[in-house]
C-alpha cells in the first residue's frame, strides 16, 4: 500500500491513517482523545497544538500561507478554551522563492499575532533545493491558557444543540477558484476565533464541544463527534448558510459544500437552554451563525431536507481538494 493524496484530505482515509498507524504507535491517553489541542496538567491546564500549512497557491483571495498558519494554530487552541500565547514557527523555504514574497508572508504573520496578543517565541529555517517543497511550507505550533475547562468532543448528550459561527465552504472554494482560474469576489473565511470563542465563554455558557471545521468541513467534525461521543446528530439543510458564489463553485465542480474547509468557521455543542443565547452572540460576529441540528439517539449524522426527507452524512471519502492549507 502506498500513501496517495487522499490521505491528507481531513476524510476517512485520514481517520484511518491516524487511528491505525499513528496511534498504534504513539498511544498515549492525551493523543488519543482526538481534539484540537492536547490539555496538559502542570501548575495550570494549558493547551498545546501543531500544524503544517502546504497551501497552493500561498496567496488566495483574503489571505495567504502566512494568515492561515496565525490563524489555523490560534483556532486550535481556541476551540479547546485555550487563549493563544506562545507560538513556535518553522519554515522550509524552496529555493528560489523571492524575498519580497516572503517578506509579505511574514510581515501577515506578524499582523495576525498582534490581534490576539500571541507571539512567536522560537522558530527554524531550512531552505531546499528547488522543487523539493512547493514555495514555502509552514509549521507553527501553539501553547495557550485555558481559560474554559471541560471542552471535549466526547461531552455531547442527547439534546444539546449544535450552531455554527457562519456560513460553510469559503475557504474551500476559494482555493478551489483560484487554483483552477475561475474568476470570483469571494474571500476565505481565514481568521482568529479567539473573540468569538471569547464571547461564548465569557457569557457564562456551558460550552460542550467547540471544533474547526477546516479539512474535510463540518461533515468531518459532526461525524468525529458522533464516533467521540457514541451519539447521533440531525442537521437541517435550510439552517445551513452557504453563499451564491460557494454553492455555484460546488455544482461546477462536483463538490458538497458541508465537505468543504473552512479556516475561521467552528462548530459549537451547548446545551439546549443555552443556545438562544449562544446564537445572539455569535450573530454579533456574523449575521449567517445560528443553530443547525441537535444531538440525537444514534450513530450517524443525518441531513434533514427543507421537505423533510433525510440522507446520511458520512466523513469525505477520496481525493478531495488537496493542499488547501
Given at each position: 500500500?502506498?500513501?496517495?493524496?487522499?490521505?491528507?484530505?481531513?476524510?476517512?482515509?485520514?481517520?484511518?491513517?491516524?487511528?491505525?498507524?499513528?496511534?498504534?504507535?504513539?498511544d498515549?491517553?492525551?493523543?488519543?482523545?482526538?481534539?484540537?489541542?492536547?490539555?496538559?496538567?502542570?501548575?495550570?491546564?494549558?493547551?498545546?497544538?501543531?500544524?503544517s500549512?502546504?497551501v497552493?497557491?500561498?496567496?488566495?483571495?483574503?489571505?495567504?500561507?502566512?494568515?492561515?498558519?496565525?490563524?489555523?494554530?490560534?483556532?486550535?487552541?481556541?476551540?479547546?478554551?485555550?487563549?493563544?500565547?506562545y507560538?513556535?514557527?518553522?519554515?522550509?523555504?524552496?529555493?528560489g522563492?523571492?524575498?519580497?514574497?516572503?517578506?509579505e508572508?511574514?510581515k501577515?504573520?506578524?499582523?495576525?499575532l498582534?490581534?490576539?496578543?500571541?507571539?512567536?517565541?522560537?522558530?527554524?529555517?531550512?531552505?531546499?533545493?528547488?522543487?523539493?517543497?512547493?514555495?514555502?511550507?509552514?509549521?507553527?505550533?501553539?501553547?495557550?491558557?485555558?481559560?474554559k475547562?471541560?471542552?471535549?468532543a466526547?461531552?455531547l448528550?442527547?439534546?444539546?444543540?449544535?450552531?455554527?459561527?457562519?456560513?460553510?465552504?469559503r475557504?474551500?472554494?476559494?482555493?478551489?477558484?483560484?487554483?483552477?482560474?475561475?474568476?470570483?469576489?469571494?474571500?476565505?473565511?481565514?481568521?482568529?476565533?479567539?473573540?468569538?470563542?471569547?464571547?461564548?465563554?465569557?457569557?457564562?455558557?456551558?460550552?460542550?464541544?467547540?471544533?474547526d471545521?477546516?479539512?474535510g468541513?463540518?461533515?468531518?467534525?459532526?461525524?468525529?463527534?458522533?464516533?467521540?461521543?457514541?451519539?447521533?446528530?440531525?442537521?437541517?439543510?435550510?439552517?445551513?448558510?452557504?453563499?451564491?458564489?460557494?454553492?455555484?463553485?460546488?455544482?461546477?465542480?462536483?463538490?458538497?459544500?458541508?465537505?468543504?474547509?473552512?479556516?475561521?468557521?467552528?462548530?459549537?455543542?451547548?446545551?439546549?437552554?443555552?443556545?438562544?443565547?449562544?446564537?445572539?452572540?455569535?450573530k454579533?460576529?456574523?449575521?449567517?451563525?445560528g443553530?443547525?441540528?441537535?444531538?440525537?439517539?444514534?450513530?450517524?449524522?443525518?441531513?434533514?431536507?427543507?421537505?423533510?426527507?433525510?440522507?446520511?452524512?458520512?466523513?469525505p471519502k477520496?481525493?478531495?481538494?488537496?493542499?488547501?492549507?
Open positions: 500500500m502506498k500513501i496517495t493524496l487522499s490521505y491528507g484530505g481531513g476524510g476517512e482515509e485520514t481517520n484511518k491513517l491516524i487511528n491505525n498507524l499513528f496511534y498504534k504507535y504513539f498515549n491517553e492525551i493523543l488519543k482523545k482526538s481534539e484540537d489541542a492536547a490539555v496538559i496538567e502542570t501548575d495550570k491546564k494549558i493547551a498545546f497544538t501543531t500544524d500549512f502546504t497552493s497557491p500561498i496567496f488566495f483571495n483574503g489571505g495567504n500561507i502566512g494568515k492561515l498558519a496565525i490563524a489555523g494554530t490560534c483556532n486550535d487552541l481556541a476551540m479547546m478554551g485555550a487563549k493563544p500565547k507560538l513556535s514557527c518553522g519554515f522550509m523555504i524552496e529555493e522563492l523571492e524575498y519580497s514574497t516572503l517578506e508572508i511574514v501577515t504573520m506578524s499582523n495576525e498582534k490581534k490576539v496578543g500571541a507571539k512567536i517565541v522560537c522558530g527554524d529555517t531550512k531552505v531546499v533545493p528547488a522543487g523539493s517543497v512547493d514555495k514555502i511550507f509552514i509549521n507553527t505550533s501553539g501553547i495557550g491558557e485555558i481559560v475547562n471541560g471542552i471535549s466526547s461531552n448528550e442527547v439534546g444539546d444543540k449544535i450552531l455554527i459561527s457562519g456560513d460553510i465552504g475557504h474551500g472554494a476559494v482555493i478551489l477558484a483560484k487554483r483552477y482560474g475561475v474568476d470570483t469576489n469571494l474571500n476565505s473565511d481565514c481568521k482568529i476565533l479567539w473573540e468569538e470563542v471569547n464571547a461564548l465563554i465569557d457569557s457564562g455558557i456551558e460550552i460542550k464541544a467547540m471544533r471545521a477546516t479539512r468541513g463540518v461533515s468531518a467534525v459532526l461525524n468525529e463527534w458522533v464516533k467521540s461521543s457514541n451519539i447521533g446528530i440531525e442537521i437541517k439543510e435550510e439552517s445551513i448558510k452557504i453563499s451564491d458564489e460557494v454553492l455555484g463553485l460546488c455544482e461546477i465542480f462536483g463538490f458538497e459544500a458541508l465537505d468543504l474547509a473552512n479556516e475561521g468557521t467552528f462548530v459549537v455543542a451547548v446545551k439546549s437552554e443555552d443556545a438562544k443565547k449562544a446564537e445572539e452572540i455569535l454579533k460576529f456574523n449575521e449567517n451563525a443553530v443547525i441540528g441537535e444531538v440525537v439517539e444514534g450513530n450517524r449524522v443525518i441531513l434533514i431536507s427543507p421537505w423533510n426527507t433525510k440522507r446520511v452524512i458520512e466523513l477520496g481525493e478531495l481538494l488537496p493542499r488547501i492549507c
